[in-house]
């Protein structure tokens, strides 16, 4: 099976690489989307008892929008893993604050490669639509200081494939390194533009240093470019993403249109990417899936797929999720416009009814 | 009484409230007018504001008063509730804001009531009982009504009151504030209504100094939050996350069975699961077999109970929400045993899980968990770990073992335990999280005449 599953995986990785980054014809998704459904009833246990509970068979599937949808709460119940790990497999961790009987959800990536590929051309797309390469300044910790984050092995993979030289100016402790002034001396004196990556949060907890201790940022050389990622989304904190943006861009002297926000989860390989630094703020802020990422928004309740612009539940079907499973549905909320996604945020000051964040601090407090 | 639109400010005694929305300066003199009333209090004995109080509480039970009017129309949307449910939720709570209820709840805690008016003999010690000098309450908001509630706690023990509601019961005790005032304008001047967000820690921190007593209901991060910002004077009565559970016994799945999934099925859907007194999880005893009878007796008892209290609308969130509870449980039943059942576009849920499945989190929007189990006194060993925030557990069926089922939960945490039909609305007097509700606020002097 393993070596049926890698013959799956070597054709998408050449799919990925040859993808132009135009959308995939209908027929050429749905034939690949198919094969790792096979892939993945074969392999993954727990998919294969829900879809024989269900008569939901390979034979009587004929799209892949009949798979059925793996909530992304079950990667904290069960190990989702559809092919044997290699030897550089990978096991990924959510953070632990969203609410499931186990702290922490686990997403099984058994071929890190197929992972590599999925990210390289968005990526590029994304962030450097205009070179080949350039020096990565991370505010994300490095992979190897925390094995099991998806985004840390996402940076890495992404400066592996074209990074000059990386930085990495937070440990996994979140604590600053020593050298961040060294470097940034450096950085300015050189001219050279530079990709700051960071989440959200490590961005605030910058511009609120200064001022107050030796400052992590720096006037960034002309060409610059940012990548944001996590940290408000379905968080309340939209205000703040907007104007963290906005102090961000005076710190480090750039325009916003150089701030790219990259949304992903540890539960998918693929990633969505906002496309400002070619299609500027007004189409550009909306979210571009990869080509062999679909995404659906579905009524909360009903589950069905509603009309273009309606917003509703995202549920993904990702290729490059072959080695786990591929049909994700997600909590978060968004709508679907011109095949991109409008993610929405939670209306400013609002709090949530009930104990829906009390139930989260109820299990830690457990020490599940 | 005073209501300014941008200050979110509602004041009993008809002063102007400030014109700007609430900042620091404005809670500052919302405490110290506050202050100004608590003599006029003290001089009243605590029958006559208990039949105030009282007064007020009833026109919210009385069909034809404005007042009940005016709740029900702002409850469905304020609270996220049906119609229906916003009305049996009130009549639930108001219940107990009436005058025999509240002299009821002030007999029920204290020995000598008159130690509250003045020195009296208790146990052999002369006592006066003192509430505090200015009583913050901060409410969560997820039942509506507890703000009321509250109000009336502190003010019948004299303590000026300034109540910060949560989103979701603002309504209900403006509207008690603006009835005070009508009826009682001294009294009414001893409490205000204020609102403010709940990262306004400055509000907030400004209200605590000035508190002796501050009340905080909230999940453990608010708790935690008003709790590190009290000063050492301040005493801080908190009510953290709390969940409910139910045990059920052999002997209520035979032909009782029937009613008790309706029984059960109320106390779920009776605040669509948002309250501390809510099961979140059902303990069966038996095995699969009568853990899936009682699931499935329940679920069409939820099925119906959508046309007679339907669920409120969920937020896309919770829906969303709702989704990854159902999916999962679909995905783990299929893989290591149990069932789930639902109501597809009713947001009613009940999942079946082995009895190794452990505890689970808390369910939402009438979603809940069953399990089997071999002996129910086995339940309190198999919710150890969660019972700091145990409170309510229903019970039935379990005949003479009730006494030893319920001493093993209260060991591990549960503070009240109650037959299945008492579930969802406990007595004014009720020992909320295991203390008295009143006698929690005051502080007792020792009065030795010499």
Known sequence: ?368 | MSRDEGSGIVTGDGTAAPTEGPTAAGVRAVCDRLARAAPGLRARSWREIADVLGAVGERFLDPGDALRAEALDALPEEAGYSPAMAERVLDGMARDWTADRIHAMVAAEFEAPACLDGPCLVGGRRLLAVGPTLCLQIVAGSVPGVGVSALVRSLVLKAPTLLKPGLGDVSLPELYARGLSAIDPELAGALVVLYWPGEAAELRDEALAAAEVAVVYGGDTTVRAVRAAAPATTRVVAYHHRVGLAVIGRDALGAGLEAVARELSLAVATFDQRGCVCPHSVYVEGGLEEATRLADALGRALERLESELPSGPLASEEGAALQQLRGSAELVAATRGGSVRHGGGKPWTVIVEPEDEGVGPPTLARGVRVQPVDDPRDVAHRVASVGRHLQTVAHAGLGSRVEAVASALARVGASRIVPLARTSFPPPWWLHDGRGPLRELVRWAEVDPG
């Open chain 1, 1 to 368: 099976m393993s070596s049926g599953f890698d013959r799956l995986r070597r054709a998408l990785e050449d799919d990925f690489d040859a993808s132009s980054g135009e959308p995939w014809s209908d027929e050429h998704f749905e034939r690949r989307a198919l094969e790792v459904f096979h892939a993945q009833y074969e392999g993954c246990a727990p998919l294969r008892a829900l879809c024989d509970a269900r008569g939901v068979t390979p034979d009587a599937v004929g799209s892949w929008r009949d798979v059925p949808l793996v909530p992304t709460a079950a990667f904290k119940q069960l190990d989702l893993v559809s092919a044997p790990a290699g030897p550089d497999a990978r096991v990924f961790r959510t953070s632990g604050t969203t609410r499931g009987r186990s702290a922490r959800g686990r997403h099984h990536v058994p071929r890190p490669s197929l992972y590599r590929a999925a990210l390289r051309g968005p990526l590029r797309a994304a962030l450097l639509p205009d070179r080949a390469s350039i020096r990565f300044v991370s505010l994300i910790p490095a992979p190897d200081a925390v094995p099991d984050s998806s985004l840390s092995f996402m940076i890495g993979a992404a400066a592996e494939a074209f990074a000059d030289g990386v930085d990495w100016l937070v440990d996994a402790e979140g604590r600053w390194s020593p050298r961040a002034a060294e470097v940034w001396a450096d950085v300015v004196s050189s001219g050279e533009p530079v990709l700051l990556v960071g989440t959200a949060l490590a961005f605030v907890h910058a511009l609120e240093r200064e001022g107050r201790a030796e400052p992590v940022l720096a006037r960034l050389p002309e060409g610059s470019r940012v990548m944001e990622t996590g940290g408000f989304k379905g968080s309340g904190r939209e205000i703040g993403r907007t104007r963290m943006y906005a102090a961000l861009a005076g710190r480090i002297g750039l325009p916003e249109s150089r701030i790219v926000n990259e949304y992903g989860m540890t539960e998918l390989c693929s990633q969505l990417w906002e496309t400002v630094l070619c299609d500027g703020e007004e189409r550009g802020r909306s979210h571009l899936p990869a080509p062999w990422l679909r995404v659906r928004a579905l009524d909360p309740v009903s589950l069905e797929p509603l009309p273009e612009g309606q917003e509703g539940v995202l549920a993904f079907y990702d290729l490059a999720n072959a080695g786990s499973v591929s049909h994700v549905l997600t909590e978060d909320i968004g709508a679907i416009v011109d095949g991109r996604v409008r993610l929405k945020g939670r209306a400013p000051g609002a709090e949530p009814r009930g104990c829906s964040r009390a139930m989260d601090e109820m299990m830690s407090a457990a020490g599940r």
